[in-house]
């Protein structure tokens, strides 16, 4: 497999719920979403919602919520199956969500432990804000990161 794929990226519905919810336990195990929780990102209406599909297999998903009273965004999850990291994928899944988004400034948090994650934070002008002490069932604490998108 080449190092980047091309993906098609299209809005999640509530008809892709099934293999968003097995995508999400098997990428966040313990700190997965219950089923409640990701069919209600799937259908609200302040959520955008997108899935990456190979060979028309979802591989890849992201939720974000828009809280127009301040002008901002959470990116309140995204995932990627293990065999289809480091293609490029959650980069383009974050893009995409950003742009529907459509706010000024976008947060998100993550494990301090997940390093990838982390670097395309990073690369993506994310910048660490905080840090919120065992956050995770294990304890384990969650960074906080903003990406400012006003105009200069």
């Known amino acids: 497999m080449k190092a980047e794929l091309n993906p098609d990226i299209r809005a999640a519905t509530w008809r892709d719920f099934l293999p968003i919810y097995r995508l999400e336990k098997r ?34 998903f992201i939720v974000g919520d828009r809280r127009r009273q301040k002008d901002m965004g959470w990116v309140a999850t995204l995932a990627v199956a293990p065999t289809f ?31 990838g994650a982390y670097n395309l934070y990073l690369i993506s002008g994310y910048a660490e804000i905080d840090r919120w002490p065992r956050y995770y069932r294990d304890r384990e604490d969650a960074i906080v990161m903003e990406k400012n998108r006003r105009s200069p």
């Open 27 to 60: 990428c966040f195990q313990n700190d997965s979403w219950p089923w409640i929780d990701v069919l209600a990102a799937l259908i609200f209406p302040e959520t955008v919602r997108y899935v990456a599909a190979v060979d028309e297999e979802i591989v890849g």
């Open 85 to 115: 990291r480091r293609k490029g994928i959650a980069r383009r899944l974050l893009k995409e969500c950003e742009a529907g988004l459509g706010t000024s400034r976008i947060r998100l948090s993550l494990r301090e432990s997940n390093r």
